[in-house]
């Protein structure tokens, strides 16, 4: 007759395990703690590049680009740090300083566009008003992203939408915008700013309803307008997408 495994050979097994799980443990803490010394030398030899090409960073938009993304790769926001070694770079400064000046162009086109502007436009805006100080950095795309998205502190108010095909529109007005709102802004775009229920029904196979009622929202929003006049059915124009095609156009 067979004899069952003894306890002290179920003991010895569990004393091993969890001699094995110790050992695991303490690779991960000296894995982790050597990760953790690389990244202090890596930013500190971030640090001295960014001492060393200051003026070129701060100059030079591309440069200013990929050494936001080699600080993204270590988890460190220069634009956060208002005080210690990052403020002295100024980098920061320059993105507040783009962001107010973001929030300036927003509210003075809010009233022909609804709250809605590409991000083509907003720049040609921003370089054309900030061409008078010659002491301005040249901005790009990248900077303006980066720069709207710092005003999301103040809530919902201002918002990045991706279009597509490196194409943005920045909201500057509260309210939540859906997917199929974000699609219909898609849509307008390719049909010169305007749309109907119907073209979307078509284009995406929508119902009716669905169709109406994001326009609806989009209507109440302040984001689009409504031509109840049209002679063949309600037509919806959202100003900010008509003035980006006659601009592309142009």
Known sequence: MRRGIGVGAIKKEKLEQERYKGKGNEIQENQFEQ?????????????????????????????????????????VDPLSSGKGFWSVLGIGDF?????????????????????????????????????????????????????AHKLKIFGNGFNVIPMGKDRYMVQSVPGELSMDHSTILQQAEKNFGSISSSYLCKELNWEQQRAEKALEHMINQGLAWLDSQHPEEYKYYFPSLYTACINSNA
């Open 35 to 75: 990760m953790t010394k690389q990244l202090e030398v890596f930013k500190t030899n971030l640090e001295d590049f960014a001492t060393k090409h200051k003026n070129e960073i701060r100059k030079n938009p591309e440069f200013r680009k990929q050494f936001q993304e080699m600080c993204a790769s270590i988890g």
């Open 95 to 147: 993105y507040y300083e783009l962001a107010v000046q973001i929030v300036e162009v927003c509210l003075a086109t809010n009233e022909k566009n609804g709250g809605l502007i590409s991000l083509d436009e907003l720049r040609t805006k921003l370089i054309k008003a900030r061409g008078q100080n010659k002491s301005h950095q040249d901005i790009t795309k990248d900077d303006l992203i980066r720069a």
